[in-house]
């Protein structure tokens, strides 16, 4: 295989439970996930009566096109339909951008501590790659417009960030978007959107009819409760939807996260009970780290990073520790922060879990 494939480091998921509880004879109903970022609700009812009904057809082929969800997407996010990509996660969007918009010699600008797959993405073409440094566990837009040069073809920000969970305020991206050379495609990855508050909201959609080189990046795996059916989309001007579409799989998304991505869109109490007990659960969470003397990056999404220790094993460690009290959460020392753990906002008895585990995890260490 080429150079550029070999030096890339496979992405490390959240361990699964299954695996957890055999390697640490555990039983599986007592143990904490808090590793992905997933929805503590899972998939909401209206979503698997949808599934249910779509069952009867899953010897068709799904609707290459995403037909249906694309008219709904069109309608929530006032944008033609045209507009719309589906992709298997975002995670496809996000790949399939980097396809359409780079090719080898080219060249494409993210963050330091930024999501893990921006890397994946751009080292699988053998493209160059440009990591602007953080600045307080953020991106720097300043820096990020600086590192920009004549080859580069694509920008990732994450807004907001994961692992770090920071937020950059909409005028600042606007601000960005307006400096911008107008042949680099910017793809704003809003994965955690629906869990900003309402005064940080602000009009990506709209911005994508000003900037016909914007393309914005959501998901239905982390507020819709979806994770396990892969359905993300992006909402970009037709000139870059159209190249998207060159390189996209045919069917890359199934029927069933098609009607159900449809159901969960439509379904605002879902979404609304979600904040609330993410919001709840952030204070939880932050009350305690507080009360241990853990340093903390302040988060806008549905997790926190925290910093267990001062050494370089400290993640590895206390991650270890709580695994054994069969609490997985997500070490993030490939992203070069071994001293952090990033942990996701469940309910609150999992939350109160966590908190006595971590306790007892760095008692210990
Ligand atoms: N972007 C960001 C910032 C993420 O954190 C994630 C999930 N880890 C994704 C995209 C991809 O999520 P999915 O493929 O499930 O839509």
Redesign the pocket.
């Given at each position: 295989g080429p150079d550029y494939v070999r030096a890339i480091a496979p992405y490390q998921a959240g361990k699964p439970i299954s695996e957890v509880a055999r390697e640490f004879g555990l039983d599986e109903a007592n143990i904490v996930k808090l590793a992905?970022?997933e929805n503590p609700f899972g998939v909401p009812d209206s979503a698997k009566d949808a599934m249910a009904a779509a069952a009867a057809e899953l010897g068709r082929y799904p609707d290459a096109n995403g037909f249906e969800l694309k008219a709904a997407l069109s309608k929530r996010y006032d944008v033609p339909a045209d507009w719309i990509t589906l992709g298997n996660?975002?995670?496809?969007i996000?790949e399939l951008a980097a396809k359409a918009f780079v090719q080898r010699s080219e060249g494409i600008v993210y963050a330091q501590y930024s999501?893990a797959?921006y890397a994946l993405a751009t080292q699988g073409l053998g493209a160059r790659h440009i990591v602007v440094p953080a600045k307080d566990y953020g991106h720097d837009l300043d820096a990020m417009l600086a590192a920009i040069d004549g080859e580069t073809k694509l920008v990732f920000i994450?807004n907001p960030?994961?692992p770090t969970g920071t937020f950059i305020p909409g005028p600042q991206i606007e601000a960005f978007l307006k400096k911008v050379p107008a042949n680099v495609v910017v793809v704003l990855?809003e994965?955690?959107n629906e869990y900003l508050k309402p005064e940080d909201q602000y009009d990506s959609a709209a911005w994508v009819k000003q900037y016909p080189n914007l393309l914005v990046?959501r998901?239905?795996?982390?507020a819709y409760g979806l994770?396990g059916l892969?359905v993300?989309f992006s909402i970009a001007q037709p000139k870059l939807t159209d190249l998207m579409n060159r390189v996209r799989q045919p069917f890359n998304v199934n029927s069933l996260a098609q009607a159900a991505a449809i159901a969960a869109l439509n379904d605002a109490a879902f979404l609304e009970k979600g904040a609330r007990n993410n919001a709840a659960g952030y204070e939880q969470f932050v009350e305690a780290f507080e009360q241990m003397n853990l340093e903390y990056v302040p988060s806008y999404g549905n997790f926190v990073l925290v910093k267990v220790g001062e050494d370089p094993q400290a993640g590895a460690r206390v991650n270890l520790a709580l695994l054994k009290q069969g609490v997985i959460v997500r070490p993030v020392g490939n992203y070069g922060l071994p001293e952090w753990l990033r942990i996701s906002i469940g309910l609150p008895q999992e939350n109160a879990v966590l908190i006595a585990a971590l306790q007892k995890a760095l008692g210990e260490a």
């Open positions: 992905s970022n996660g975002s995670n496809d996000l999501f797959v994450a960030n994961n990855d994965a955690y990046s998901t239905f795996s982390k994770a892969r993300g």
